[in-house]
């Protein structure tokens, strides 16, 4: 019957991440590599001697959709237990793995890979060697029928909290059905619950989109002004000796106004400047002392990718503030800057990171 369940739940996987792979994200796939400790209870048939023992588990795997994905776990887990029935000492070792389809809960709504948390729900079914002895003599049950491969079945749940866009730390939890064969005492399923916490880490690179013409921010300096503007100097024919043509007179071209645009970065769920930005908006400050006539206009955004509207307007606000308090620190007046946000209902930005940002038009009437 175990061997029945386990291979309709083969099936059922298979056809799941056939029809998950039809459906790619445009951020392609998202493979990953997860290291994880922690402790199985152990039993046997007889409930004696039950403890948490030591459990360790390596795993490959990769999304499909921001939603669904699979993995192939490695994992074993080994304790010593004392039977007062039969007066020995086991040794017990179980070595093997598990193949699970895993369900991002947090993706299926608003499906994008970068969340700061995310949960989610796996099953599967594996197959492990178990290994007994007594006093450390192979036991005599285990004949070569029971030489012994032990299916199970698997449910749980995990916790993502990422540290980085690659790395988060995975708490994982869940209930293995363990089919175990134990000779002349006949097959026995049991619950092994377990509890693991790791790393894991996602591969892949963040893909470099390029902001259509429409979108794009050009950065305007004086001197490409001045030399699209400047005019060119009119020919003037030659004329007879005896009849000089008088010479024209020629107005200087009248400088277009100054403009310049800024883009100051901010990370996920921040209003704070680091270093880097700071140095952007000195770059805006000393501009704007050397053009006292222009205005600044501060606009704030957040990414779609996280968060929800409202939270996003909040954080666009805040973003735009926080530039205009900085330049106001360094002498421009709060009457040249004026502010506005836009929260996540514009993307100025086709790369979803890139619009937690503030952009910052600078130019002269």
């Known amino acids: 019957m175990m061997y029945r369940k386990t291979w309709i739940a083969a099936i059922a996987m298979a056809f799941a991440l056939n029809a998950a792979a039809q459906t790619f994200d445009n951020e392609g796939i998202r493979p990953f590599i997860s290291v994880q400790g922690g402790v199985t209870r152990s039993f046997l048939q007889e409930g004696v001697d039950r403890k948490w023992v030591p459990m360790g588990a390596i795993s490959f795997g990769a999304y499909f959709t921001p939603a669904i994905g699979a993995r192939v776990q490695a994992n074993g887990w080994a304790w010593n237990q004392n039977n007062p029935i039969v007066g020995k000492r086991f040794k017990n070792a179980y070595y093997g793995g598990d193949v699970d389809l895993l369900l991002n809960l947090c993706n299926i709504v608003n499906p994008h890979y970068d969340k700061p948390v995310n949960i989610v729900l796996l099953g599967g079914f594996g197959l492990h060697y178990a290994k007994t002895t007594f006093d450390n003599v192979t036991s005599p049950l285990l004949d070569k029928k029971h030489e012994r491969l032990a299916p199970n079945l698997r449910a749980g749940g995990q916790l993502d909290v990422a540290l980085s866009r690659s790395i988060s730390v995975l708490a994982e939890g869940g209930v293995q059905m363990?089919?175990?064969?134990?000779?002349?005492?006949?097959?026995?399923?049991?619950?092994?619950?377990?509890?693991?916490?790791?790393?894991?880490?996602?591969?892949?690179?963040?893909?470099?989109?390029?902001?259509?013409?429409?979108?794009?921010?050009l950065m305007e300096t004086d001197d490409n002004q001045n030399a699209n503007t400047a005019a060119a100097q009119p020919v003037v024919a030659e004329k007879k000796a005896e009849k000089p043509a008088p010479a024209p007179v020629v107005e200087p071209a009248k400088p277009a106004p100054a403009k310049t645009t800024q883009t100051v970065n901010f990370k996920l769920g921040s209003a704070q400047l680091d270093a880097q930005q700071q140095a952007v908006v000195n770059e805006v400050a000393t501009w704007a002392k050397n053009h006292p006539e222009a205005t600044i206009t501060l606009t704030g955004y957040a990414d779609k990718g996280t968060g929800n509207a409202q939270i996003n307007q909040r954080i666009s606000e805040q973003r735009a503030a926080a530039v205009k308090q900085e330049l106001v620190?360094?002498?421009?007046?709060?009457?040249?800057?004026?502010?506005?946000?836009?929260?996540?209902?514009?993307?100025?930005?086709?790369?979803?990171?890139?619009?937690?940002?503030?952009?910052?038009?600078?130019?002269?009437?």
Do not use: C, H, M
């Open 178 to 217: 363990v089919s175990d064969d134990y000779g002349n005492s006949g097959t026995r399923s049991k619950a092994w619950p377990y509890a693991l916490v790791g790393l894991s880490y996602k591969f892949g690179k963040k893909k470099k989109n390029v902001a259509p013409a429409s979108t794009a921010y």
């Open 329 to 365: 620190k360094r002498g421009i007046p709060a009457t040249r800057i004026s502010t506005d946000a836009k929260g996540d209902s514009i993307q100025p930005f086709k790369n979803n990171d890139e619009n937690r940002a503030v952009i910052v038009i600078a130019e002269e009437k």
